[in-house]
């Protein structure tokens, strides 16, 4: 089955860096989506990056669009989320999940999750941004 197991999160500071990490094991399809949604304290789930196994599409929300940078390491099967220039309202948890689709698509992953595409979780990695 597939399993997705983030890491890297902690504390920043506001204006610093942190990379998230989420290693991915059994999925079996040729293509699918690797990405992530943040959690802000009681919010909901909110859409934030995505990239493709081929790496050719990206998507990015515009509050993160500038400062964050999604990648992934095939060998490895490992996607990356590099937090740049982090905000106070960057804080909070911070889940992989995946999409069995050709493109990161703006309808799947620039909002709230839809679970018809989004059925496989991680357990997530907390951010806190604190002076």
């Known amino acids: 089955q597939v399993q997705l197991v983030e890491s890297g999160g902690g504390l920043v500071q506001p204006g610093g860096s942190l990379t998230l990490s989420c290693a991915a094991s059994?999925?079996?399809?040729?293509?699918?989506?690797l990405g992530w949604f943040h959690q802000a304290p009681g919010k909901d789930r909110r859409g934030v990056s995505c990239i493709t196994r081929d790496t050719e599409s990206t998507f990015y929300a515009n509050s993160v669009l500038g400062r964050f940078t999604i990648s992934r390491d095939n060998a490895k099967n490992t996607v990356y989320l590099q937090m740049n220039n982090v905000k106070a309202e960057d804080a909070g948890k911070y889940y992989c999940?995946?999409?069995?689709?050709?493109?990161?698509?703006?309808?799947?992953?620039?909002?709230?999750?839809?679970?018809?595409?989004?059925?496989?979780w991680g357990q997530g990695t907390v951010v806190t941004v604190s002076s």
């Open positions: 059994g999925i079996t399809s040729d293509y699918y989506a």
């Open positions: 999940t995946v999409a069995l689709e050709r493109k990161c698509y703006g309808s799947t992953w620039g909002g709230a999750p839809d679970a018809k595409f989004l059925e496989v």
